[in-house]
């Protein structure tokens, strides 16, 4: 079976929430959408205090290149726009709503119906996801649209599906996999037709056998696209390492995807895709997993971006009295949150929950050298060394290290014996390098 | 609502720490302790518990008035360091030059350059190199191996089998006259030879070696290449002149090489950090070994080996990086 060559961790699956069907979650009284919900710049309000907005109405444009539409998850009034915290603790321009009966936004098709015939032309759909903000909702969140349009004097030959969901707990891919999988091949050939190109690639790690077999089928009902099976291991969702376990190519340091002829998405964003160009509608709302051992029901939810993290949680049981931790997204990569106020937003795969007892960090101690950091970075770097030099302030030599291809994926401080915090110190590194770099250019 | 914590990813760590991994040496030193006790008796007992107490207590008394940090003798790190310093003596050294040694392994190896993970020489082979040049006589007196003995006894003393070959050749005595001074090779296999207490039974230390590969402890590079080395370097020279080389088997499963290859060079601490410099470092401790065994004043030459590549470290891994991800890129 496939998988990425160098490195990789199998961290414990705890798929919990990986049987619950996907529920739609009610609304909250407000909503509260950031205008930074994407990677790039933030969107610019087109909508002001006291409006009275609609379901999938356009509240925000993305006018820079790289960067996104935001329209609104639900009727009501503009109460103000104003900060809010989001989940990377900072305070963020957000649009918030006082949510009133929902009506949606003319010419917005809320059916359950499946279309599949698309008689768009690649400009077409490309302004079409432009139009309705869809963004990577595998974590990164970049603008689709820009994905979407190959670079001149490049060539695209794979669009490859992200379907590995290699974060443990997280199970909202799965579900959607499932539940969906008619409207995710319409989407993949929408995306296909947009690249101009025939051959397409969903990779399922195969821990989600079903997922597998449902897509294998449905798969021969669709020109060019195929269901590779990859042998669990983390990160494989990352997008180099999943380009290197399926078409076995690698992206040089530095470089895009395209470099090697491949555009990579998220199996959300493909769905995404397909009710944006196939039924107009806009990114405003998404499958949200909530899970732990701290909430009562592990559940997927789908939810409408702004909606506070707190009322996911109550939907699935409340907090336990010990809880230590709530994050924003897997265990591996997510964010810890210190307010649970914060709004889901486009890139929030899920809520995760964890005790007091999980939350503690293992007891810290010199580093033994036994090399593990070493053989499991994926992206080969020395993290023992990265961590080392960064705490002594000696950016050049992290920089000639290659501190920023380190993706951040934690494998390292994962599996460290001594417990050392090798990506907190290799955050900070990278943060300086990157100041370094950009006073220099 | 409790206070939350905030702090960065991950917020999952793997099921292992320090302790484990050090526990796991110690469980794969049982079979090589287990025949050395059946073959020097009681005095390899006493001798290694003497050492390994030696070593926690020491350890335990630097932490606590020198460096007045946190105590982490029961880490396993100090017991393995006593055991494998036992090993590397005869089973009927006085005990007070064991306490001193092991004083030097752990305060002058270890403790001096701040504890575990900061040495850059492994602290049993300091220990050994220390009582090595003070005491010579004492830690080359090898007694005879009889299978449970049970006797604090006068043991009958004699050369190693490495020492046999290599006084005889000195001498200007053929290899084969003196093939019939050493033990059967089968005997040198299992461990049934005079020498110090843990290094003469080749297959109990690949047991060990084998348990620490699959509880991925160790890895295959360093043992290995310095075994390999080892015996294509001898097998060359045995090939130039059988009568002043004994043949490349008869390397191997001598001298302190397995306990050397498996135990000492792999110590984590103390070794290269990559497969490439892992394979570098085995390759050197295999020719110096050699180096010292063939012309060197010692018919031994492990420790002296792996303790000159514990100074190459820094240097080995500063020169062989991994290969980066993307580095060379191979499409198609
Ligand atoms: S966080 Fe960075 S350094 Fe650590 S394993 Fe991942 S890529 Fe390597
Ligand atoms: S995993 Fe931890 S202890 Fe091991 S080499 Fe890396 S930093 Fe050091």
């Known amino acids: 079976m496939k998988t990425f060559k160098i490195g990789g961790v199998h961290p414990p699956e705890y798929k919990i929430s990986e049987k619950q069907p996907i529920e739609v979650l009610s609304l909250p009284e407000t909503v509260s959408i950031p205008l930074a919900q994407h990677l790039g710049v933030p969107a610019v309000p087109v909508v002001k205090k006291g409006d009275k907005v609609k379901t999938g109405q356009l509240i925000a444009k993305g006018e820079a290149f790289i960067s996104a539409n935001i329209h609104s998850s639900a009727t009501g009034t503009v109460s103000k726009i104003d900060d809010v915290i989001d989940d990377s603790g900072y305070r963020k321009k957000a649009v918030i709503i006082k949510v009133e009966n929902e009506q949606w936004e003319d010419g917005i098709d809320t059916s359950d119906n499946l279309i599949k015939e698309c008689n768009l032309t690649q400009e077409d759909i490309v302004n079409k996801v432009n139009q309705m903000g869809i963004v990577g909702m595998g974590g990164a969140t970049f603008p689709s649209h820009v994905k979407l349009q190959v670079p001149k004097g490049k060539k695209a030959e794979y669009l490859l599906i992200n379907g590995v969901e290699c974060e443990p707990y997280l199970t909202s891919d799965h579900r959607l996999m499932l539940e969906k999988s008619h409207e995710l091949m319409v989407g993949i050939t929408i995306q296909m037709k947009a690249l101009g190109v025939d051959k397409a690639i969903i990779g399922v790690e195969n821990n989600k056998p079903d997922a597998l077999e449902k897509l294998s089928k449905l798969a021969k009902e669709f020109k060019g696209i195929t269901v590779e099976p990859l042998k669990v291991k983390y990160p494989q969702g990352a997008e180099k390492q999943l380009i290197k376990a399926l078409v076995n190519r690698e992206v040089p340091s530095g470089k895009l995807p395209i470099e090697v002829g491949c555009v990579v998405h998220n199996v959300g964003t493909s769905f995404a895709v397909y009710e944006a160009v196939q039924k107009n509608k806009p990114l405003i709302e998404r499958v949200v997993t909530v899970t732990g051992s701290n909430v009562k029901k592990p559940s997927n939810f789908l939810t409408r971006i702004g909606t506070p993290v707190i009322s996911l949680i109550e939907a699935s049981g409340g907090l336990l009295p010990n809880t230590g931790k709530v994050i924003s997204g897997g265990p591996m990569m997510g964010k810890a949150l210190n307010d649970l106020n914060v709004p889901v937003t486009k890139g929030t795969s899920g809520i995760l929950v964890i005790s007091d007892y999980e939350a503690q960090r293992v007891s810290l101690q010199n580093c033994i050298r036994c090399a593990k950091c070493v053989t499991i970075c994926p992206m080969a770097l020395e993290p023992y060394l990265l961590a080392l030099i960064s705490d002594k302030q000696r950016y050049e030599e992290a920089e000639e290290n290659q501190i920023m291809d380190c993706m951040e994926c934690g494998s390292c401080h994962y599996i460290c014996p001594s417990g050392r915090p090798l990506l907190d110190q290799i955050r900070v590194g990278k943060a300086n390098v990157g100041k370094m770099i950009r006073e220099r250019n | ?332």
Not at chain 2, 54 to 80: H, R
Not at chain 2, 114 to 126: C, S
């Open chain 2, 1 to 332: 609502m409790s206070l939350l914590t905030v702090s960065g990813s991950p917020h999952l760590h793997a099921d292992n720490s320090v302790r484990k991994i050090m526990y796991g040496v110690l469980i794969s030193l049982i079979p090589a302790t287990l025949v050395s006790f059946y073959f020097f008796g009681l005095g390899a007992i006493i001798v290694t518990l003497t050492a390994v107490v030696s070593c926690v207590v020491f350890e335990f008394l630097m932490q606590k008035y020198l460096v007045k940090g946190p105590v982490t003798i029961f880490d396993g790190s100090a017991i393995i360091t006593g055991v494998l310093l036992a090993f590397n003596v005869p089973s009927n050294l006085p005990l007070w030059i064991m306490v001193v040694g092991s004083f030097v392994a752990i305060g002058m190896g270890k403790m001096t350059f701040g504890g575990l993970g900061k040495n850059p020489f492994n602290p049993a082979l300091v220990g050994r190199g220390f009582m090595m040049i003070s005491f010579p006589v004492q830690m080359t007196t090898w007694p005879k191996p009889i299978p449970m003995n049970t006797q604090l006894t006068d043991v009958v003393t004699g050369p190693t089998a490495l020492g046999v070959v290599k006084d005889g050749v000195g001498r200007g005595e053929k290899v084969s006259e003196l093939l019939p001074q050493v033990p059967e090779y089968t005997d040198l296999f299992i461990g049934n030879m005079g020498g110090s207490i843990g290094e003469v039974s080749a297959i109990a230390l690949i047991l060990g070696g084998l348990y620490m590969l699959l509880r991925k402890i160790i890895t295959w590079h360093i043992p290995v290449s310095y075994i390999a080395t080892v015996f294509v370097f001898t097998g060359i020279m045995w090939l130039i002149n059988p009568e002043v080389y004994i043949d490349p088997v008869f390397h191997i499963i001598t001298g302190g090489l397995m306990l050397g290859a498996i135990y000492m060079a792999t110590d984590m601490v103390t070794s290269p950090m990559t497969p490439a410099g892992m394979l570098i470092f085995g390759v050197g401790c295999g020719v110096l070994t050699v180096v010292i065994r063939l012309f060197g004043a010692y018919p031994e030459g492990v420790s002296f080996a792996i303790l000159i590549m514990n100074a190459f470290v820094p240097l080995i891994d500063r020169g062989f990086k991994p290969k980066r991800f993307g580095e060379e890129v191979k499409n198609g």
